[in-house]
Nanobody
Framework: QVQLVESGGGLVQPGGSLRLSCEASGTGNLFSIYNMGWYRQAPGKQRESVAAVSSGGSRVSPDSVKGRFILSRDDAKNTVYLQMNNQKPEEAAVYYC??????????????WGQGSQVTVSA
């Protein structure tokens, strides 16, 4: 069973930066062939994709975060990171890590972490 554990959430001021980490276990030697993504869900809103990378290195992200959010993966450590820069108050949400076999990022599928709260406030 794949398990994902996020860390690094917390309070950040508007315009500030935060880095989330997601460590996977239970993947055996197959972590590198999982497609990995980050999602967020604010209260009263649907969960949305904010960054994703396929096992082949193809990246997708919405225009709202392009140039500010950077996803990277370290397959040797079974870990993916989300560097979030110049954060906005409306980006406060619970951020979730996702591991999956497909790349239909709009579909909620695969394995999920427990979520990490990010608060953007002065």
């Amino acid at each position: 069973q794949v398990q994902l554990v996020e860390s690094g959430g917390g309070l950040v001021q508007p315009g500030g930066s935060l880095r989330l980490s997601c460590e996977a276990s239970g993947t055996g030697n197959l972590f590198s062939i999982y497609n990995m993504g980050w999602y967020r869900q604010a209260p009263g809103k649907q969960r949305e994709s904010v960054a994703a990378v396929s096992s082949g290195g193809s990246r997708v992200s919405p225009d709202s975060v392009k140039g500010r959010f950077i996803l990277s993966r370290d397959d040797a450590k079974n870990t993916v990171y989300l560097q979030m820069n110049n954060q906005k108050p409306e980006e406060a949400a619970v951020y979730y890590c996702n591991a999956r076999w497909d790349v239909e990022w709009r579909r909620k599928a695969g394995y999920w972490g427990q979520g990490s709260q990010v608060t953007v406030s002065a």
